[in-house]
């Protein structure tokens, strides 16, 4: 037992340290491979061993069950907001009010980019993570600890040798700018709202009840202070305690800085102004610290704020407009969509003409009319919305919008789910849905049918060619001579496009078929657990649920979809056209568009000029390459920027291809 107790204590030990490097160092030492071969070996001995488990194995990060509740938690050291400047005026006078009271000191300044996301704070035990708890009003919040243990920048424990017994770690979680709108485009497809911004969608997901669900969005967390109820005497600076947080295996925001006086403040706040807009998260504003723990402890509190720090905000970008129209959009799955058509106007670089209001709610919350004046600004400097209604320049005559009662597409009447906030056309035969289900169909990553856009698709169902999916299968040069820019040369190639898309795996055709809530990720889980359409359309709710990653919410959704007779149908004709609803085995034709970098392996090294490593890998890996820590005699390519070290110099000694970022950048456009 003690050998076995020894060869868990290092499997933990060798997969933590690959994964601060993956996560927090962006700087992978292991390849995936590797990882997953020792994560198995660990996982298989815990399952043997039970009684050797740890809360800090990686095996623990994602818990198997649903909370029922999230417990209300006293926080032991307060977390206080911030006061907020809006200008370099306000910081000077900032900076005179603490004078008054410590006349004779002086001060160096910590400056910290100010995270857009949700506080948090972590308590760590003997160096181990024991509690995650919201900020909530700043003396109570909520327990949220197994969700906390899912986001990968958080240490189960921490890389110290000597660990304080008692440590709480405040710092903020967000969501990045690629996951955000990963997330949007997945629950888009899916026919859900998109989250407003960035912030909203990081603060719901920590209050999700299933901590498989916290996992997939992919959090991160930003540490920023340390408190040490028995003392750490080394530790006398924020300065410091940003370096001990690093040292600890927590992700520092690398953007701080160490400046001796304000005018350095001041140019650091201007450097990031528009420096801000290339980051990978957003940031609202700087967070302003006074350096010495000894001048902050004199200095103390105010009711609300601390006296030794404050956030110099940036403006928002903003801008007024008039409201033309709202118009309402029927997605592929009946959802009923308010969108503001308004006077174009230009927000953060690009022209603003339309904004999504989400739902009735959201309009009776506004109050919003035609004709009204409304302030837009881009949610996450991303997605126009509508913040506020300039009631006082309402023209008069004006009255409230109210959602139609039947579908602008197919008449039909409209419903609103109990519990939904949705309106959604129930119609499966309504030619919006139908639309937008063949637009899904073949979308690049569902069948990938290469010139079936949605402009051909509305001419398709406009001419009735086309009444279903599939009846695309059976479709024939000749009627498509009769369309707009079609002749005979583009007429076949759609054709061969259509009749190849055929040979697609069984995980995008699932994917392609649109059930409400599975994107790509989860239509390959349950592609793996039910290897065949007949065990999928079969498989009860439970059995569905209990597949990692999928919860009771896209269970019954599955079940749903299969007990639906036009459902049932399109399977029947899919399955007649000849369509593999099958798991791919070994030795089966590949499907065919597949993009120059699937399969092939990467190493990414040294600073490229306008990409992350990690966006660099997500575009990768989207389509279908993999991208490694380590070059070896099996990568295909390795990406070199700027300072390339040791990497650079193995590829060129095995004479593997290099590519540059504007290399790489080509090759993702081949497809």
């Not at 200008?87 to 006349?103: I, K």
């Not at 909520?142 to 110290?160: C, F, G, Q």
């Not at 119609?427 to 402009?455: F, M, T, V, Y």
Request: hydrophobic content about 40%; overall charge neutral.
């Amino acid at each position: 037992m003690t050998a076995i107790a020894d060869r868990l204590h290092q499997l933990r030990l060798q997969l933590q340290k690959a994964s601060y490097a993956y996560y927090v160092l962006d700087n992978p030492i292991m390849e995936d491979a590797v990882y997953d071969q020792l994560y198995r070996q660990l996982q298989d001995l815990e399952a043997v061993y039970p009684d050797l488990i740890t809360p800090d194995s990686p095996t623990q990060r994602v818990g198997e069950k649903p909370a029922q509740e999230f417990p209300s938690v006293q926080h032991q050291i307060p977390l206080y907001s911030l006061e907020n400047a809006f200008n370099l005026d306000e910081l000077r006078q900032w900076q005179a009010r603490w004078q008054r009271l410590a006349p004779d000191a002086t001060a160096h300044y910590v400056c910290e980019l100010k995270i857009d996301g949700s506080a948090i704070a972590l308590t760590y035990e003997q160096g181990l993570l024991i509690r995650g708890v919201t900020r909530g009003d700043g003396q109570t919040g909520e327990d949220i600890t197994p969700n906390i243990r899912t986001i990968r920048s958080i240490p189960l424990r921490l890389a110290l040798d000597n660990p304080p017994p008692r440590l709480e770690i405040r710092g903020e979680v967000f969501l990045p700018l690629t996951e955000f709108s990963r997330l949007n485009r997945e629950r888009e497809i899916n026919g859900d709202p998109p989250f407003a911004n960035p912030r909203n969608a990081a603060a719901g997901t920590l209050r999700q009840l299933d901590a498989r669900i916290v996992s997939q969005r992919r959090l991160q967390f930003f540490a920023y202070t340390l408190h040490c109820p028995d003392g750490e005497p080394s530790i006398t600076h924020q300065w410091q305690a940003l370096a001990y947080l690093s040292q600890s295996g927590f992700l520092v925001n690398p953007h701080t800085e160490l400046c001796p006086d304000l005018q350095r403040v001041a140019d650091y706040y201007a450097d990031w102004q528009g420096a801000r807009q290339r980051l990978e998260y957003l940031t609202d504003g700087v967070v302003v610290k006074i350096n010495a723990y000894s001048l902050q402890a004199s200095l103390g509190f105010t009711q609300k704020f601390p006296r030794w720090a404050i956030a110099l905000k940036y403006p928002a970008e903003e801008a007024p407009t008039v409201v033309r129209a709202i118009e309402v959009n029927v997605g592929r799955t009946g959802a009923v969509t308010p969108l503001a058509i308004m006077e174009p106007v230009q927000l953060a670089g690009t022209t603003v003409q339309r904004a999504t209001l989400h739902n009735q709610d959201r309009i009776r919350d506004l109050d919003i009319r035609v004709g009204d004046t409304v302030i837009i600004r881009k949610a996450g400097e991303i997605i126009p919305e509508v913040v506020r209604v300039m009631t006082e320049l309402r023209p008069s005559g004006t009255t409230p919008f109210q959602m139609p009662q039947h579908c602008p597409a197919c008449g039909s009447p409209l419903v609103r789910p109990v519990a939904e906030a949705v309106t959604r056309c129930i119609n499966s035969s309504c030619p919006a849905i139908l639309q937008g289900s063949i637009i899904h169909w073949a979308s690049r990553n569902a069948l990938d049918i290469q010139g079936l856009g949605e402009k051909v698709v509305m001419a398709l169902l406009e001419n009735q060619l086309i009444a279903s999916i599939a009846d695309l299968y059976t479709l024939q040069v000749d009627p498509l001579l009769s369309l707009d820019r079609f002749a005979q040369k583009s007429a076949e190639k759609l054709i061969n496009a259509i009749q190849a898309s055929q040979q697609q795996p069984w995980a995008r055709v699932l994917f392609g078929l649109g059930i409400r809530h599975v994107g790509q990720v989860n239509a390959k889980l349950l592609a793996q657990q039910f290897p065949t359409v007949e065990q999928l359309s079969q498989a009860k709710v439970s059995a569905l649920a209990g597949v990692y990653g999928i919860g009771a919410e896209i269970a019954q959704s599955v079940y749903d979809w299969f007990r639906n007779p036009a459902n049932q149908h399109l399977i029947s004709e899919l399955q007649r056209l000849g369509f593999n609803l099958s798991q791919a085995e070994s030795g089966e034709s590949p499907p065919r568009h597949v993009h120059p970098l699937a399969g092939k392996t990467l190493v990414l090294t040294g600073t490229l000029p306008n990409l992350k490593r990690q966006q660099a890998q997500a575009l990768i890996e989207q389509v279908g390459g993999k991208v490694t820590g380590s070059v070896s005699k099996k990568t295909d390519y390795v990406v070199a920027g700027e300072a390339a070290g040791s990497k650079l110099e193995k590829a060129e000694k095995l004479k593997i291809p290099l590519l540059s970022e504007a290399e790489l950048l080509a090759m993702l456009g081949e497809y």
